[in-house]
Protein backbone atom coordinates (compact mmCIF):
# COMPACT_ATOMS: atom_id res chain seq x y z
CA UNK A 1 0.00 0.00 0.00
CA UNK A 2 1.15 3.20 -1.01
CA UNK A 3 2.25 6.00 2.04
CA UNK A 4 -0.35 8.19 3.47
CA UNK A 5 1.65 11.21 2.29
CA UNK A 6 0.92 9.99 -1.30
CA UNK A 7 -2.29 10.03 -0.98
CA UNK A 8 -2.62 13.13 1.26
CA UNK A 9 -0.74 15.15 -1.57
CA UNK A 10 -3.17 13.60 -4.18
CA UNK A 11 -5.82 14.31 -2.52
CA UNK A 12 -5.19 17.96 -0.79
CA UNK A 13 -2.84 19.67 -3.75
CA UNK A 14 -3.21 17.68 -7.36
CA UNK A 15 -6.86 17.03 -7.25
CA UNK A 16 -7.87 20.86 -6.25
CA UNK A 17 -5.50 22.27 -8.72
CA UNK A 18 -6.69 20.17 -11.41
CA UNK A 19 -10.46 20.77 -10.55
CA UNK A 20 -10.05 24.52 -10.40
CA UNK A 21 -8.35 25.12 -13.82
CA UNK A 22 -11.40 22.54 -15.12
CA UNK A 23 -14.60 24.82 -13.21
CA UNK A 24 -12.29 27.85 -14.82
CA UNK A 25 -12.33 26.64 -18.17
CA UNK A 26 -16.66 26.59 -17.92
CA UNK A 27 -16.89 29.50 -15.86
CA UNK A 28 -18.30 27.95 -13.00
CA UNK A 29 -18.05 25.47 -9.91
CA UNK A 30 -19.35 22.38 -11.89
CA UNK A 31 -16.80 19.17 -10.77
CA UNK A 32 -16.34 18.37 -7.51
CA UNK A 33 -13.07 16.33 -6.27
CA UNK A 34 -14.59 13.34 -6.90
CA UNK A 35 -15.97 13.89 -10.25
CA UNK A 36 -12.24 15.06 -11.08
CA UNK A 37 -10.52 11.97 -9.73
CA UNK A 38 -12.89 9.65 -11.84
CA UNK A 39 -11.90 11.91 -15.04
CA UNK A 40 -8.50 11.14 -14.02
CA UNK A 41 -8.90 7.53 -13.82
CA UNK A 42 -10.55 7.73 -17.24
CA UNK A 43 -7.49 9.84 -18.67
CA UNK A 44 -4.54 7.55 -17.13
CA UNK A 45 -6.35 4.50 -17.51
CA UNK A 46 -5.16 3.39 -13.57
CA UNK A 47 -7.19 1.48 -11.08
CA UNK A 48 -8.70 3.20 -7.85
CA UNK A 49 -5.25 4.41 -5.99
CA UNK A 50 -5.99 2.99 -3.27
CA UNK A 51 -4.41 -0.23 -4.07
CA UNK A 52 -1.56 1.76 -5.42
CA UNK A 53 1.92 0.78 -4.14
CA UNK A 54 4.43 3.70 -3.84
CA UNK A 55 6.24 2.77 -6.88
CA UNK A 56 2.89 2.85 -8.71
CA UNK A 57 1.64 5.89 -6.71
CA UNK A 58 4.78 7.64 -8.14
CA UNK A 59 4.03 6.49 -11.62
CA UNK A 60 0.74 7.52 -11.59
CA UNK A 61 1.49 11.14 -9.97
CA UNK A 62 4.36 12.03 -13.29
CA UNK A 63 1.04 11.54 -15.42
CA UNK A 64 -1.29 13.32 -13.59
CA UNK A 65 1.86 16.13 -13.27
CA UNK A 66 2.07 15.70 -17.71
CA UNK A 67 -2.20 16.36 -17.22
CA UNK A 68 -1.55 19.76 -15.01
CA UNK A 69 0.76 20.86 -17.93
CA UNK A 70 -1.29 20.06 -20.94
CA UNK A 71 -4.05 21.84 -18.80
CA UNK A 72 -1.49 24.83 -18.23
CA UNK A 73 -0.17 24.71 -15.00
CA UNK A 74 2.41 23.89 -12.82
CA UNK A 75 1.48 21.00 -10.18
CA UNK A 76 4.37 21.49 -7.64
CA UNK A 77 5.96 18.15 -6.43
CA UNK A 78 5.10 16.70 -2.82
CA UNK A 79 9.11 18.48 -1.61
CA UNK A 80 8.22 21.76 -2.95
CA UNK A 81 5.06 22.37 -1.23
CA UNK A 82 7.07 24.22 1.89
CA UNK A 83 8.29 26.18 -0.92
CA UNK A 84 5.20 27.19 -2.58
CA UNK A 85 3.21 28.03 0.77
CA UNK A 86 5.97 30.64 1.65
CA UNK A 87 5.55 31.64 -2.44
CA UNK A 88 1.83 32.36 -1.27
CA UNK A 89 2.91 34.57 1.50
CA UNK A 90 4.55 36.61 -0.91
CA UNK A 91 1.96 36.92 -3.29
CA UNK A 92 -0.84 37.89 -0.43
CA UNK A 93 1.44 40.96 1.01
CA UNK A 94 1.66 41.88 -2.28
CA UNK A 95 -1.62 41.06 -3.17
CA UNK A 96 -3.22 43.23 -0.12
CA UNK A 97 -0.50 45.20 1.22
CA UNK A 98 1.43 46.72 -1.62
CA UNK A 99 -1.15 46.55 -4.48
CA UNK A 100 -3.40 48.85 -3.53
CA UNK A 101 -0.88 51.32 -2.80
CA UNK A 102 -0.62 52.05 -6.71
CA UNK A 103 -2.86 54.43 -6.82
CA UNK A 104 -1.00 56.89 -4.59
CA UNK A 105 2.34 56.89 -6.34
CA UNK A 106 3.22 59.74 -8.75
CA UNK A 107 6.03 57.71 -10.38
CA UNK A 108 7.53 54.40 -10.04
CA UNK A 109 9.20 53.32 -7.21
CA UNK A 110 12.60 50.82 -7.61
CA UNK A 111 12.92 49.40 -4.10
CA UNK A 112 16.01 47.30 -3.19
CA UNK A 113 14.66 44.47 -0.72
CA UNK A 114 18.69 43.08 -0.75
CA UNK A 115 21.38 43.28 -3.09
CA UNK A 116 19.74 40.12 -5.42
CA UNK A 117 16.11 41.32 -4.81
CA UNK A 118 14.11 44.54 -6.03
CA UNK A 119 10.59 45.35 -5.98
CA UNK A 120 8.79 47.48 -8.69
CA UNK A 121 5.79 49.12 -8.13
CA UNK A 122 4.30 51.06 -11.14
CA UNK A 123 0.27 52.63 -11.34
CA UNK A 124 -1.05 49.38 -12.70
CA UNK A 125 1.54 46.77 -11.81
CA UNK A 126 3.64 45.38 -9.38
CA UNK A 127 6.89 43.54 -10.10
CA UNK A 128 9.53 41.35 -7.46
CA UNK A 129 12.34 40.27 -9.58
CA UNK A 130 15.02 38.27 -7.54
CA UNK A 131 18.07 36.56 -9.07
CA UNK A 132 19.93 34.28 -6.36
CA UNK A 133 22.04 32.59 -8.83
CA UNK A 134 23.67 32.29 -12.39
CA UNK A 135 20.55 30.20 -13.23
CA UNK A 136 17.93 30.48 -10.70
CA UNK A 137 15.37 33.47 -10.84
CA UNK A 138 11.95 34.39 -9.20
CA UNK A 139 9.39 36.67 -11.41
CA UNK A 140 6.65 37.49 -9.87
CA UNK A 141 3.92 40.18 -11.44
CA UNK A 142 0.39 41.55 -10.40
CA UNK A 143 -1.41 43.44 -12.46
CA UNK A 144 -5.00 45.38 -12.37
CA UNK A 145 -7.90 42.97 -12.88
CA UNK A 146 -7.23 38.99 -12.34
CA UNK A 147 -3.53 38.91 -11.12
CA UNK A 148 -1.40 37.72 -13.04
CA UNK A 149 1.21 35.73 -11.21
CA UNK A 150 4.39 34.66 -12.64
CA UNK A 151 6.85 32.62 -11.03
CA UNK A 152 10.72 31.09 -12.46
CA UNK A 153 12.41 28.95 -10.37
CA UNK A 154 11.68 27.50 -6.61
CA UNK A 155 15.75 27.64 -5.33
CA UNK A 156 14.25 24.84 -2.79
CA UNK A 157 12.65 28.07 -1.01
CA UNK A 158 16.01 28.91 1.24
CA UNK A 159 15.77 32.53 -0.36
CA UNK A 160 11.88 33.22 0.35
CA UNK A 161 11.79 34.08 4.20
CA UNK A 162 14.32 36.42 3.35
CA UNK A 163 12.55 38.16 0.48
CA UNK A 164 9.62 38.15 2.60
CA UNK A 165 11.15 39.59 5.48
CA UNK A 166 12.24 42.52 3.04
CA UNK A 167 8.44 43.40 1.58
CA UNK A 168 7.43 43.28 5.24
CA UNK A 169 10.65 45.97 5.81
CA UNK A 170 9.34 47.97 2.94
CA UNK A 171 5.45 47.77 3.58
CA UNK A 172 6.17 49.22 7.18
CA UNK A 173 8.62 52.10 5.87
CA UNK A 174 7.28 52.87 2.69
CA UNK A 175 3.94 51.50 1.84
CA UNK A 176 1.81 52.52 5.31
CA UNK A 177 3.05 55.97 4.84
CA UNK A 178 1.76 56.40 1.30
CA UNK A 179 -1.63 54.54 2.69
CA UNK A 180 -1.59 57.56 5.14
CA UNK A 181 -4.97 60.10 5.37
CA UNK A 182 -2.59 62.63 4.50
CA UNK A 183 -0.96 61.26 1.91
CA UNK A 184 -4.13 60.01 0.14
CA UNK A 185 -5.77 63.45 0.44
CA UNK A 186 -3.02 64.91 -1.17
CA UNK A 187 -3.31 62.44 -4.09
CA UNK A 188 -7.04 62.82 -4.59
CA UNK A 189 -7.06 66.58 -4.57
CA UNK A 190 -4.39 66.59 -7.06
CA UNK A 191 -6.30 64.32 -9.12
CA UNK A 192 -9.45 67.10 -8.60
CA UNK A 193 -7.51 69.69 -10.06
CA UNK A 194 -6.38 67.71 -12.64
CA UNK A 195 -9.77 67.04 -13.62
CA UNK A 196 -10.95 69.99 -13.12
CA UNK A 197 -7.97 71.59 -16.03
CA UNK A 198 -9.40 69.31 -18.11
CA UNK A 199 -12.89 69.62 -17.73
CA UNK A 200 -12.48 73.79 -18.40
CA UNK A 201 -9.69 72.93 -21.41
CA UNK A 202 -12.84 70.50 -22.50
CA UNK A 203 -15.38 73.61 -22.22
CA UNK A 204 -13.18 76.24 -24.27
CA UNK A 205 -13.03 74.82 -26.99
Known amino acids: MASWELHKYYRGVCLPMIRTV?????????????????????????????????????????????????LGIYIPYPNEIDTMKELEKIVELLKNEVFPAVEYIDTPLFLPIDKETKL?????????????????HLELVISKGDPLI??????????????????NKIIETIIKPIM???????????KIKEL????????NE
Open 22 to 70: LNMSVGFQVLSDSDTHSIIKTLTGWPSAGSFTNKQFLEFLEEIWCIGAH
Open 120 to 136: TIRKQTINLDSHFFTDD
Open 150 to 167: TTRLFFEGKHLPIITEGI
Open 180 to 190: SKDHKRQVITS
Open 196 to 203: EQELTEIE
